[in-house]
């Protein structure tokens, strides 16, 4: 018999359940009940959350189910497989149809029993309602800290810096929390909005701001990403009256007491989570100064989803050259295939960068998002979730930095 073996972890590391434990214990399971006569297929997700089936293997493993290539599903925990209970019972239907069984070894459930099939669904229901239970125990905690605008890790916006300041909880001991304070980078910021306002274009702004020597706050030099993290930002907007009818309009409450002090976003990792709150910091931008700049930027993203939907390639304008700081476009090649070539470098404005395999490049970043199945849904991710960097050996690859805030 074909065993399909599903691990996943949804922090990178050793400890713990790793994945590797999770597969020698499913392993010894199937040893020791069928033999050693039988092929055992690892399907291993590693940094993957469970609220969805969104996973790579995963999918994988189910496509394996459909064509008929396995004979068991076998998983060291049920929350392993998934914490929903639609999900859950989905797979479940298709295990079914397909007539490939399942066990969970920790549980003891196997759906060849109907015992065992009705204590998995169950056991789902309890897995799914301990995902929510955590969920909102993490946003009411951070609601609590909101209320008194502390910075809660990360880079600090562009233009602050985090400070740590003592204050006396209800036991009366004294503690410290981060909170944000101005540094000399506010005026690089101020020229940004300045510039934004005056060329109203994320990429003129870039280029303005470069052509002066402006930096971010890695030291490199502006993109129109990088635009648009400082103008989306309401870190330097004024808690006032206007910003609370914007975030009205948006569907948002600001948290807190209007105030003369600048705004904080937290939860950014959750979409329908966000979180708006009264800071203790100076901003740089009134409510209604800080309104528009949104409307500019609205109407520049809206023209900019023309490049999301045109062309195959998965990255096209969101790799960085590392020599020069321009976008790096997919342009296909005669012979088949495509590369991707610095703009500065097609343009002949003196960028020698050396051009990028677009099909291997694709491949390795395709690897840090969850594929939809979807291009124009993958190539969005791509652009809101990564900063990629081509130094004409290497992709650097990594999550923007604004996974709680930015």
């Not at 274009?201 to 890695?218: D, Q």
Request: with cysteine.
């Amino acid at each position: 018999m074909v065993f399909g073996v599903y691990c996943r972890k949804s922090v990178l590391s050793d400890k713990g359940e790793s994945v590797e434990n999770q597969i020698n214990i499913c392993r010894s399971y199937i040893l020791s009940r069928f033999g050693e006569d039988n092929v055992i297929i690892p399907y291993e997700d590693e940094g993957y959350s469970g609220k969805n089936t969104a996973r790579p293997m995963f999918l994988k493993m189910r496509e394996a189910v459909k064509s008929g290539g396995l004979d068991y599903v076998v998983c060291y925990r049920l929350d392993r497989l998934s914490r929903s209970v639609s999900d859950f019972s989905s797979f479940v239907e298709t295990l079914n149809a397909c007539k490939t069984g399942f066990i969970c070894v920790k549980e003891e459930f196997d759906t060849s029993r109907p015992m065992g099939k009705a204590m998995m669904y169950i056991a789902s229901v309890f897995s799914q309602l301990e995902r929510e239970t955590i969920g909102e125990r993490v946003r009411d905690n951070m609601l609590m800290l909101a209320r008194d605008g502390r910075w809660l890790g990360g880079r600090p916006p562009l233009g602050y810096d985090s400070v740590r300041e003592p204050y006396r909880d209800g036991g009366g001991r004294i503690k410290t929390a981060a909170y944000l304070r101005q540094n000399g980078d506010i005026e690089t910021v101020q020229k940004i909005y300045e510039y934004f306002f005056k060329y109203k274009s994320r990429k003129k702004t870039a280029e303005a701001a470069n052509s002066i020597g402006l930096k971010t706050s890695g030291g490199r030099a502006f993109t129109s990403a990088a635009v648009r993290d400082i103008i989306a930002n309401p870190v330097y907007c004024r808690a006032d009256k206007d910003a609370e009818e914007y975030f009205k309009r948006s569907g948002k409450a600001i948290c807190g007491e209007l105030a003369d002090s600048g705004l904080i976003s937290y939860n950014k990792g959750s979409p329908d989570g966000i979180i708006i709150a009264v800071g203790r910091h100076k901003p740089l931008l009134s409510g209604a100064e800080w309104a528009k700049a949104q409307e500019i930027l609205n109407a520049c993203d809206s023209f900019a989803m023309r490049s999301l939907e045109r062309g195959s390639a998965l990255a096209s304008g969101t790799i960085i050259c590392s020599k020069c700081g321009g976008r790096m476009y997919a342009v296909k090649r005669s012979s088949g295939g495509f590369d991707y070539i610095c703009k500065n470098k097609r343009n002949k404005a003196g960028c020698g960068m050396k051009n990028l395999n677009g099909i291997k490049a694709d491949a390795e970043i395709s690897k840090h998002i969850i594929p939809s199945g979807d291009e124009y849904t993958d190539r969005l991710a791509v652009r809101n979730s990564l900063e990629i960097l081509w130094d004409g050996e290497r992709l650097e690859i990594r999550k923007k930095s604004d996974f709680m805030q930015k």
